[in-house]
């Protein structure tokens, strides 16, 4: 069973950078996990922002396409969010799912806040 982490949010300025990392909190590895990033802003129905395949396969909703980057450190047992030139509407709550054979895991997210 995993407890995922989720770290690095933040407040930062329109057209800044975030980072935010995803682990499970008794290091397990996640490299057999379909792991997805989501946010939810109050009011707002979860939305998915990016994935990544246990296979290396990647994929964006289209406002994170080229925006953000999702990538994964095999030795650091971390999946990342790479977030760049933020803008206000990017304010959420960020969560990290990892999936595996049916089972779905879920972080308790971080709050991330674009504001001048």
């Known amino acids: 069973q995993l407890h995922l982490v989720e770290s690095g949010g933040g407040l930062v300025q329109p057209g800044g950078s975030l980072r935010l990392s995803c682990a499970d909190s008794k290091a397990t590895s996640l490299s057999f996990y379909t792991v997805k990033w989501y946010r939810q802003s109050p009011g707002e129905q979860r939305e998915l922002v990016a994935g990544?395949?246990?296979?290396?396969?990647?994929d964006y909703a289209h406002f994170a396409r080229d925006r953000f980057t999702i990538s994964r450190d095999p030795a650091k047992k971390t999946v990342y969010l790479q977030m760049d030139n933020l803008k206000p509407e990017d304010t959420a709550t960020y969560y990290c799912?990892?999936?595996?054979?049916?089972?779905?895991?879920w972080g308790q997210g971080t709050q991330v806040t674009v504001s001048p």
């Open positions: 990544s395949g246990s296979g290396g396969s990647t």
């Open positions: 799912s990892a999936v595996l054979r049916g089972f779905t895991y």
